[in-house]
């Protein structure tokens, strides 16, 4: 008896829920009829109103089944739930008990507050509350539309899941994706797959993961980011872009290249403005320029990388600041600042520069190098201006020196052969004779000043001096001189600083 009686309450239990949930759809009608034939049906029109659980439903005819508690209404139809829930269309189907509404007709409209969605089909479940078509749809909002071709809207957290072939468009901005969520309070869509943003001023976009406002028209990306205007790659883990403002931001593995200089910029953190008037990018945090050329690569590095572009968003010049150095396997150098312009391949070294070029070694207060892309042409170092070559790789006491307050070096297929030497010149150099199966033997030091001088190189070493005006040579004995006769006025060795792999540009000075 018990056992019967704890049965019979888990059932009522169980039926509970499901009586309330089948509460009768109320309805009313300018005019109704039953027929004989279809004894359970109601006829009407005019004027129909149906409600049920809070919401009314209007058209102009209808066909109720009071006893299944459903209902099938045609034409001017119109739902209203909770005053910001209207949905309107020409043919109505609902269920009382699922309480399920489907949609039809040429033009089905819903609204829901600030956004408007207008399709040919729609299906209403008010449990659990949301709204989804599969049929092309627009979706309208204050600032875009978003059309797609199946999506569910989540009426409770006013967020919309779209599910194909998505598109948002704007006044500044369009945006393709397969797989999107937009909140309708944020008016912010997120992306879990492939997606394509393109703005106005032809900056494209790809992201697999990622979100856009269409309040703001900012998109940041996550996953496989990148941006590319006119001939620009930009590459980043989080990349973030706002067309009205042209500002974006890449963080983590930043990889930039400019394909017209052969120019490619890494970092992992870049600040990028597109403003066609003063259009440049910024890298800091290992921030490093590749240039690839025919036969070498030049590797520059500096706390921060600054690049101008031109209106063509091509690299104009670039500013390294704070601790720069680079390296090239025909040429390496370093100094606290440089500036490279990329279009006359000048290279301008500021604050204790540095370059070094086989055996030799030059330094001046500034130094410009003319780096073209194959070739080295020639190097203006001013004032103090100071070559050091390493007279012998078996000793650590013989350097050949030039001196002057500016200089002019000259290259022949990335050799120095010239230097030319202007004010207050001066040298050093070893002598030696050249012997057969025999290391060569060291005859003197050669010492010479002059107003102006010519020092011809030839196998890395000194091979001539000339001089153009108060010409004074004299050689000496090494063993005759101390350590401070046989280095000039400055002289510092610096050869620990020399980068000799591209990596080394990454140890500071």
Not at 168 to 177: A, F, L
Request: glycine residues 4%; proline residues 3%; negative net charge.
């Amino acid at each position: 008896m018990k056992i019967k009686i704890i049965f019979i309450l888990f059932c009522f239990i169980i039926l509970i829920p499901n009586v309330f949930s089948q509460k009768k759809i109320n309805y009313k009608a300018n005019w109704s009829e039953t027929r004989p034939s279809y004894p359970d049906e109601i006829i009407m029109v005019e004027e129909v109103e149906f409600e049920h659980q809070g919401m009314k439903m209007y058209c102009d005819s209808a066909i109720f089944n009071e006893k299944e508690n459903r209902f099938s209404a045609y034409g001017n139809i119109h739902i209203v739930q909770k005053d910001t829930f209207q949905i309107w269309g020409d043919e109505l189907y609902y269920e009382g008990v699922s309480r399920i509404a489907e949609m039809f007709g040429e033009n089905v409209i819903m609204k829901d507050n600030n956004i408007t969605l207008n399709t040919t089909y729609l299906i209403l479940e008010r449990v659990p509350n949301t709204l989804s078509y599969t049929q092309w749809a627009d979706i309208y909002d204050n600032q875009s539309t978003l059309r797609s071709r199946q999506a569910t809207y989540y009426m409770n957290e006013k967020e919309i899941k779209f599910l194909k072939n998505v598109v948002i468009n704007s006044e500044k901005t369009n945006v393709y994706s397969d797989t999107m969520t937009y909140n309708t309070k944020t008016d912010i869509a997120t992306f879990f797959g492939p997606t394509n943003i393109i703005t106005s001023d032809s900056t494209f976009i790809y992201t697999e993961l990622g979100w856009y406002s269409t309040k703001t028209e900012e998109s940041v990306s996550y996953m496989q980011s990148q941006m590319t205007k006119k001939e620009r790659l930009l590459q980043a883990d989080t990349l973030l872009y706002n067309p009205n403002t042209k500002i974006g931001e890449g963080i983590n593995n930043v990889f930039f290249e400019d394909s017209v200089q052969k120019a490619i910029l890494t970092g992992q953190r870049a600040y990028i403005n597109n403003k066609d008037s003063n259009s440049y990018t910024y890298l800091t945090i290992q921030p490093l320029l590749r240039q690839v050329n025919e036969d070498d690569t030049l590797y520059l590095h500096a706390d921060t990388l600054w690049v101008n572009h031109d209106t063509a968003m091509n690299v104009k010049e670039i500013y390294a600041y704070n601790d720069s150095k680079f390296f090239r396997t025909d040429i390496q150098g370093a100094s606290d600042n440089m500036i490279f312009l990329m279009k006359d391949s000048l290279l301008t070294m500021l604050g204790r520069p540095i370059i070094w070029s086989e055996v030799s070694q030059i330094t001046g207060d500034t130094i410009i190098m003319n780096i073209g892309k194959k070739y080295i042409y020639s190097v203006d170092i001013f004032p103090k201006a100071f070559v050091i070559q390493d007279a012998d790789s078996l000793s650590e006491n013989r350097y050949n020196q030039i001196y002057g307050k500016r200089m002019k070096a000259f290259f022949n297929k990335n050799k120095l052969y010239l230097v030319e030497v202007y004010g207050n010149a001066q040298s050093i150099y070893y002598i030696w004779e050249e012997l057969k199966n025999q290391p060569d033997e060291l005859l003197g030091i050669n010492f010479g000043t002059g107003s102006q001088m010519k020092i011809y190189i030839s196998k890395n070493k000194i091979d001539r001096i000339t001089t153009l005006s108060n010409p004074i040579f004299f050689t000496d004995d090494e063993d005759k001189l101390s350590s401070e006769e046989k280095q000039l006025n400055g002289f510092e060795w610096r050869i620990n600083e020399r980068p000799i792999s591209p990596m080394d540009v990454f140890i500071k000075r």
